[in-house]
């Protein structure tokens, strides 16, 4: 309830006041100060009626304001009334002014177009002149792009790729960033990266080119450093032992100033004409174009991967050592062939070095001692490998001037060379071996020559030269004229010649190892004493034991090798003056000729004595007894007296050897009476044998006189002093024990001998009692 007479309130008040409310809105519309929309939405919101009520009101304003200009009008009609006839009468100018604008303007429309035209040509020009000038401006800061560009392509045509590479970091750092908005810009950038893979490639296959060139040529190489190598040693060499001599000089002469300035002339001369000669000959690193490599280096290390191309350096250089060590089956065969080998792993490290002194990092000092050792350790296995199949001692001995040549070489690249020299000697242990090879031959062929007579000597000229190979001295037999006879054989002077030759050739091989003059002139003696007790004994006792060596013969071998034995220490003294080595020195080492030819001599002496054994055992078997004869021939066997004859005669010969020495008499005087004594002792022991023979089941008396027969002529033989000497019947003892057992069979004193059997002064004291009933059986 409270609610509906509130809105019948509103409703009243709002009838009373709608005229004001239309008034204030109408005043409004008038003023157009505010919106209309505002006020007429005032004016219809909640009102019933509201349209018609507001036209109303709306017509009757309108009434209001026509009455009003009606007012107006009345009261303004008359000014314009006169107003119009002013225009009236103006009107007819008004039409001749307008003909005369139009005709000026006209006239100029036609008097501006030219001007329009002139116009829009210096607008069009002004407009080209800016576009020009634009274009000018990015032109200015393009072309700087476009020139470094330029350069980039003119380096990449003529290979100057690190030089490249350094326009690209400016192209991307500086120039490009300024003009990267137009679109030849954006391809420049998209082709930098695809440069830097080219140059990348490039740049590593000139290096695989270079790395396939030096290892095909690093024997070359090689060789030029060891021939530089050789050439300084010489040079230094020479150079000292000329300022050695001209020192000694200078002071001989007290310093003339004279001689300095020749000396200094001298030493001139011999700089300039080593320089000339390097001038001439390259050196190891002037034969080698290093720049792939430098080019290489500088790439990687400028696009950040130093690194990966170091690996890869290092690993193609291991793999290229790897078949740089590796040997030919062949090469032992020829010089060439080691050579070759030093050549090809001189060449490789001095690469290496080089490379290593001139680049930073790409090799380090620990890569290259980790790769000599790796390749001292495999050329040392080889080297033991391939020498031991070289027979040749001078192929060994270019082997070892190979080998210094190769150690001096790298030695002065700062290579550690002890190993190699430690090698030498056990390869001079294999030189020596090839020698001693080599002189058993050329001792065989002087034995097999000689004619093992003593050396006639004609006259005085002849004498000198036998002395002057062979140093003989015999007072005795220089008392004696023209023509005589040395007593030593042809092969003497020719076997002392060769052992010379021989420290010689070892002595060739110790030069250079860099060792003292004690050492060397110890390995000399060593050497020469293999040489005497190894391989000159052993010829000697191969000779002794030939089969066409008969007893003259062996007779002169002991007569040479007195005199071999002699010249040792000639020998000693010849080795002494080449490695200025007194021989007082504690440590030097003596020769052992003294041994070596005594044992030749005893194996003569027994050879002798085996031989004359054996002759006498060839007679016995031709012995053709009857022992069923029933009585004997009255003489002695045909085989016996030939047997005497063959004795007689042979111990003539050594009783008529040349006695010009008393040592050589004592020692033909030693040797026939022992070989007379060990052959009658002999003789008589074949003889018993023969009584003996198991074989032989009977023997008649007549068998028995027959024996005895031979048995005289034995013992007539025996002392008829064949070899002079012997003291009373010394030599007829050695048939003393057949001679009693004879006796027994022959009288048939078989009383006495059971009764003195066993006492000292017994007739038949040599006669066994087991002998004799073995014979008595027979």
Not at 239 to 261: A, D, T
Not at 318 to 335: I, N, W
Request: with cysteine; proline share 3%; aromatic share 10%.
């Amino acid at each position: 309830m409270a609610r509906k007479s509130k809105s019948n309130m509103s409703e009243q008040y709002l009838e009373e006041n709608k005229d004001q409310i239309y008034e204030n809105a109408l005043a409004e519309i008038q003023s157009f100060e505010l919106p209309l929309g505002t006020t007429l939405r005032s004016v219809y919101d909640d009102q019933p009626n509201a349209h018609q009520r507001f036209m109303e009101k709306l017509d009757a304003c309108i009434r209001n304001h026509d009455r009003e200009i009606e007012k107006m009008c009345n009261f303004h009609h008359q000014g314009f009334v006169d107003a119009i006839t002013e225009l009236l009468k103006v009107r007819a100018d008004a039409e001749k002014l307008k003909v005369q604008v139009t005709d000026t303007n006209r006239r100029l429309q036609d008097a501006g177009k030219e001007v329009i035209a002139q116009t829009e040509e210096i607008i069009r020009c002004r407009v080209q002149q800016r576009n020009i000038t634009t274009v000018v401006e990015k032109l200015q800061l393009c072309l700087p792009v476009l020139e470094m560009y330029s350069k980039l392509k003119e380096q990449m045509n003529v290979k100057r790729y690190y030089s490249a590479l350094k326009t690209m970091e400016q192209l991307e750092n500086l120039y490009l960033p300024r003009v990267s908005q137009y679109r030849f810009c954006q391809i420049m950038i998209e082709n930098l990266p695809k440069l830097r893979e080219e140059i990348k490639e490039i740049s590593m296959s000139d290096l695989k080119d270079f790395l396939e060139s030096i290892r095909k040529h690093s024997d070359r190489i090689g060789e030029t450093a060891m021939k530089q190598a050789q050439q300084q040693k010489t040079f230094s060499t020479t150079l000292q032992k000329q300022n050695n001599i001209n020192y000694g000089r200078n002071m001989h002469l007290g310093r003339s100033r004279i001689l300095e300035s020749k000396n200094e002339i001298t030493l001139k001369r011999t700089f300039e004409e080593d320089d000339e000669h390097e001038e001439e000959v390259l050196t190891a690193q002037d034969l080698v174009d290093f720049s792939p490599v430098y080019r290489c280096l500088h790439i990687y290390s400028v696009l950040g991967d130093g690194e990966i191309f170091e690996n890869y350096y290092r690993k193609q250089r291991r793999k290229q050592a790897r078949l740089v060590l590796q040997p030919q089956s062949s090469m032992h065969e020829t010089v060439e062939g080691y050579r070759r080998y030093f050549s090809q792993i001189v060449g490789f490290f001095v690469v290496e070095d080089h490379i290593l002194h001139v680049t930073q990092g790409l090799v380090t000092r620990t890569y290259t001692d980790e790769l000599w050792n790796m390749a001292l350790s495999k050329i040392i296995a080889v080297l033991r490998t391939h020498s031991s199949y070289c027979s040749d001692p001078d192929l060994v001995l270019e082997l070892k001037n190979l080998i210094v040549v190769f150690a001096d070489t790298l030695q002065g690249y700062g290579f550690p060379v002890n190993r190699l020299f430690d090698l030498l000697f056990e390869i001079r242990d294999q030189y020596n071996e090839t020698l001693l090879k080599k002189w058993s031959g050329l001792f065989r062929d002087i034995f097999e020559a000689d004619n093992y007579s003593p050396i006639p000597v004609a006259n005085e000229e002849e004498y000198k030269i036998v002395i002057s190979k062979f140093p003989f001295q015999d007072p005795e037999l220089d008392k004696q004229s023209f023509p005589k006879k040395l007593p030593m054989s042809q092969s003497v002077p020719q076997i002392y010649i060769q052992v010379k030759e021989f420290i010689y050739a070892s002595l060739k091989f110790s030069e250079s190892l860099h060792r003292s003059s004690t050492e060397i002139d110890d390995m000399l003696r060593k050497s020469t004493n293999l040489l005497l007790t190894r391989t000159l004994s052993s010829c000697l006792q191969n000779l002794i034991k030939k089969p066409h060596i008969g007893l003259t013969e062996l007779v002169q071998i002991i007569i040479n090798t007195t005199h071999l034995e002699q010249a040792c220490k000639y020998l000693e003294d010849f080795i002494s003056n080449i490695t200025n080595i007194s021989q007082v020195t504690v440590h030097t080492a003596r020769l052992y000729g003294l041994s070596t030819f005594k044992d030749a001599r005893h194996a003569a002496e027994g050879e002798i004595y085996t031989k004359l054994n054996q002759k006498i055992d060839e007679f016995i078997q031709i012995a053709d007894y009857d022992w069923t004869m029933s009585e004997s021939d009255g003489r002695a066997s045909g085989y016996l007296m030939d047997l005497i004859n063959f004795l007689r005669s042979t111990f003539q010969v050594f009783t008529h050897l040349p006695n010009n020495n008393n040592d050589h008499a004592a020692m033909s005087g030693k040797v026939a009476q022992t070989a007379c004594m060990s052959a009658c002792q002999h003789l008589s022991t074949s003889l018993m044998q023969m009584l003996l023979d198991s074989e032989l089941k009977q023997i008649s008396m007549g068998a028995i006189q027959q024996f005895n027969l031979d048995v005289i002529q034995c013992e007539l033989f025996a002392s008829s002093e064949p070899v002079p000497g012997f003291q009373g019947d010394t030599l007829q003892l050695a048939f003393i024990d057949l001679r009693q057992l004879l006796d027994l069979f022959m009288v048939w004193d078989w009383s006495t001998y059971l009764a003195d059997y066993g006492q000292a002064t017994s007739k038949y004291l040599r006669v066994n009692p087991s002998t004799a009933l073995t014979l008595l059986e027979k």
